[in-house]
């Protein structure tokens, strides 16, 4: 009786069948193998898509059955959803490309081919990068020119009319907005990309759609069955019990959690904005019918999916809502069925929440990759107080992670930076984390005397003092103040600090992601206040236009360090991250850090096979000074070269470091 399944504890939450349920499993599979068989007639499949499809099947089969048995076993058609589920993920095996299966197949056997030192990556929006699809197909050899080799496009799909949160108020997963074009320019798109070697990373926008979205509009229209998509409540009775355990996201749209819906004079769950409402994962026919767009979008050649706002999937009363146990299932429970029906794609987590809980999203059952927020927050608490003591600290027990798996370590993306590191960690070392967050904020919104950033406060919460900050990496590492006061050091600082951190992102251990702008230095951009779709909303300031014009500056005939500060931050970059493709020792994730007893210095040790690189980076302006023989035991040799400034170092003296100066020092 599958009421009586006994379950087996398992770690991270993960799947791992016990017998009881497996021969559940067992059993459903083979009352379920005459409806596929059935299928596979009806759409006169071939044997040996079918045989490679079962095959996949039989293996992942026990851990989706479990973890769809924990999530919905106890509704009564749970086996109708099963039967559903089952169907949907043989139709997208049967309608997937060609070119994506032999992709598929390839990929199986190298699941880590992400942790190659080759792969470096970027993120744009099409409007503002290149207007449309059509013309960011002609940009390929620009991307190609940097060194990029994978593409995260923004959301691009039809999303609501006026405020779309950046494309994450999505009213139509099956259809591109029409100001970029079409699903086929985007097949085109992905070709073309693939083609060059650029593997495409799009979103998979699925804790909420946007208010106008089919199933909103059935469950504003009073249709029951779409109603129960949604979280919606008639009066305030269970909001307001929930609301005494949420956070809240976006409190300078709106107080609270709910938005109070005229039409239906009902309630709606709205974590982010009030037009985005959350989806009710706990309705079985939610999740198959998202498991069916997943399938459309991988299917226009998405090598990784971004999965978007994963702590919020899943919510229970009297909890935060955010990293539930059951967040993980629901996630592993998509993963299983990329597995059988996309193999070749990856799953990419977007947890912008504690240290702790960023982890446990990252695993080849859940998301290979994840985006790396404590890294980036404590890169930027580093550069303010010129020290590494927290960064170290962290570093020292939460870089690793579980083989074929992997972090994306990024400065600036489309969002704000919220400081996100362990109060304990910070309590280690004697940094009190509430006074050390608001001195961040003071330091970045430029109001802490001596700051040279110029950020701009997003989400101020008066009640809770909390604060989070936007700004393009140029501005907040000082080259806005600089140019304003026309001072050339300040200038000149700047750009250090923003190659210090590019430089650290490209060598720390997994795939370097640039926000694309960062090449050009590009400022803030204050003009989004005149839209008034975009005025509400500060992150936009950190989204600038791209200017082709800038790319007349790559003059070849000055001197690499010549010429305009774009021009010098663009050659730097681009000779940084052919650097890092050339240097076997940054491939994978083995970092292990140095002592050299400076606080102002970090330094890790980086090794693949035999192949090893020493990483020295100083967050003071001041020069600093590393000791020889520290650097001689760590590198295990007595000459190095820097593979930034082509220099030749000795082990018999000290080393010194220039303010903000990077090394990347390999044995000759
Ligand atoms: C993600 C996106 C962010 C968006 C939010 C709601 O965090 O990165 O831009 O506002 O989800 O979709
Ligand atoms: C919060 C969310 C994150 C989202 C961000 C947008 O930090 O945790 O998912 O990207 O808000 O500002």
Redesign the pocket.
């Known amino acids: 009786m599958i009421g009586s399944i006994q379950h087996r504890a398992t770690t991270n939450g993960r799947a791992g069948a016990s017998d009881g349920v497996r021969f559940e499993a067992e059993l459903s599979l083979k009352r379920l193998m005459p409806r596929l068989q059935q299928h596979w007639e009806d759409a006169q499949v071939d044997e040996t898509l079918r045989h490679e499809f079962e095959v996949r099947l039989n293996e992942h089969w026990s851990d989706l059955f479990e973890l769809l048995f924990d999530l919905y076993g106890t509704r009564y058609d749970f086996f109708y959803h099963l039967e559903q589920i089952l169907l949907t993920t043989a139709d997208a095996w049967i309608h997937r490309p060609e070119s994506l299966r032999r992709l598929d197949r390839h990929r199986v056997l190298e699941p880590d081919w992400f942790a190659s030192q080759k792969v470096v990556g970027g993120a744009l929006y099409v409007d503002l990068f290149s207007e449309n699809l059509g013309k960011l197909r002609e940009s390929i050899d620009y991307f190609k020119q940097l060194g990029l080799t994978y593409l995260h496009l923004m959301p691009l799909f039809a999303v609501r009319p006026g405020d779309n949160d950046g494309g994450y108020a999505i009213s139509n997963y099956r259809s591109v907005d029409p100001r970029l074009g079409t699903i086929d320019d985007l097949r085109l798109l992905a070709d073309a990309l693939r083609e060059a070697g650029i593997t495409l990373v799009l979103d998979f926008v699925f804790n909420h759609t946007s208010d106008d979205h089919q199933w909103a509009q059935q469950a504003q229209a009073g249709d029951r069955e779409y109603q129960q998509f949604y979280y919606i409540f008639p009066d305030r009775t269970l909001p307001d019990q929930y609301e005494q355990t949420l956070r809240e ?1 976006f409190p300078t749209v709106r107080r609270g959690n709910f938005t109070w819906h005229d039409g239906m004079r009902q309630w709606v769950w709205t974590t982010f904005n009030s037009f985005q409402w959350d989806l009710n994962y706990s309705n079985p026919a939610v999740f198959r019918a998202m498991a069916e767009e997943m399938f459309f979008i991988a299917d226009t050649g998405v090598d990784i999916l971004r999965l978007d ?1 994963v ?1 919020f999937i899943w919510k229970e009363m009297g909890t935060s809502c955010e990293n539930l146990p059951k967040a993980h299932k629901l996630i592993q429970a998509f993963n299983r069925l990329a597995r059988i029906a996309t193999p070749g794609m990856v799953f990419k987590s ?1 947890a ?2 504690h240290p702790d809980d960023v982890v446990r999203y990252i695993s080849p059952e859940e998301c290979q990759i994840s985006y790396n927020p404590t890294l980036m927050a404590l890169l930027w608490e580093s550069l303010a107080t010129r020290e590494c003591r927290l960064l170290v600290k962290s570093l020292s027990h939460r870089h690793r992670l579980p083989p074929d798996t992997a972090w994306v370590n990024y400065l600036r993306c489309h ?2 930076i ?1 400081w996100t590191f362990d109060d304990a960690d910070a309590a280690q070392i004697g940094i009190n984390a509430y006074d050390h967050r608001q001195f961040l904020n003071r330091f970045y919104t430029g109001q802490f005397k001596g700051s040279f950033a110029r950020g701009v406060p ?2 101020e919460n008066l009640d809770t003092g909390d604060m ?1 900050i936007a700004g393009t990496l140029a501005s907040l590492a000082g080259l806005e103040k600089a140019i304003e006061e026309d001072d050339e050091e300040g200038k000149d600082l700047a750009i250090k600090r923003m190659l210090l951190l590019q430089g650290i992102t490209l060598s720390i251990g997994g795939i370097p992601l640039i926000y694309l702008g960062e090449e050009w230095a590009m400022l803030n951009d204050y003009e989004f206040v005149k839209d008034p779709a975009k005025a509400g909303d500060t ?1 936009w300031v950190h989204r600038p236009k791209m200017q082709w014009e800038f790319l007349a500056e790559l003059d070849d005939s000055l001197e690499a360090s010549g010429g305009s500060i774009r021009r010098r931050v663009f050659l730097s970059l681009q000779r940084m991250i052919a650097a890092r493709k050339s240097l076997r020792a940054l491939a994978g994730q083995a970092m292990e850090l140095v002592n050299v007893n400076n606080t102002h210095v970090l330094s890790f040790v980086r090794h693949c096979d035999s192949h090893r690189l020493i990483v020295l980076a100083n967050f003071s302006e001041q020069p600093q000074t590393v000791s020889g023989n520290l650097l001689r035991t760590a590198g295990i040799g007595r000459f190095f070269e820097d593979a930034i400034s082509g220099q030749t170092i000795g082990t018999s003296h000290d080393i010194h470091l220039d303010g903000y100066q990077l090394m990347w020092l390999k044995r000759v």
């Open positions: 996201i706002a702590a977007e912008i929440v969002d704000d919220g997003f989400q989070r992150r």
